[in-house]
């Protein structure tokens, strides 16, 4: 019913920029958040950044000053803008949406990831 795209990983070298994306369709009332996680090998799954659908922002303290989230609300879309890219961020980016369906319930959903590699 809630289908997630994302788009925009790759391989970059050390201190480039990437900037991922990901669109949902399908019937959705609202999004009252979104946010990107990743998964580095080993690791479990972290959060990124979230936003609010009143724009307010959260980020984990390993990005912050790199890493800019944004939102279009009219095209259910959240954007992650990556610069200074360190190696340290290579990981399976992974967008989350949380939905309102117009009774109220709400639902969370995954992308499918995608991969981002820094080198040296």
């Known amino acids: 019913q809630v289908q997630l795209v994302e788009s925009g990983g790759g391989l970059v070298q050390a201190g480039g920029s990437l900037r991922l994306s990901c669109a949902a369709s399908?019937?959705?009332?609202?999004?009252?958040?979104m946010g990107w996680y990743r998964q580095a090998p080993g690791n479990q799954r972290e959060l990124v950044a979230r936003?609010?659908?009143?724009?307010?922002?959260n980020y984990a303290d390993s990005v912050r000053g790199r890493f800019t989230i944004s939102r279009d609300s009219a095209k259910n879309t959240v954007y992650l803008q990556m610069n200074s890219l360190k190696p340290e961020d290579t990981a399976v980016y992974y967008c989350?949406?949380?939905?309102?369906?117009?009774?109220?319930?709400?639902?969370?959903?995954w992308g499918q990831g995608t991969q981002v590699t820094v080198s040296s």
């Open positions: 989350k949406i949380t939905t309102l369906s117009r009774v109220f319930t709400t639902n969370e959903y």
């Open positions: 399908g019937s959705i009332f609202s999004i009252p958040a």
């Open positions: 936003i609010s659908s009143g724009g307010s922002t």
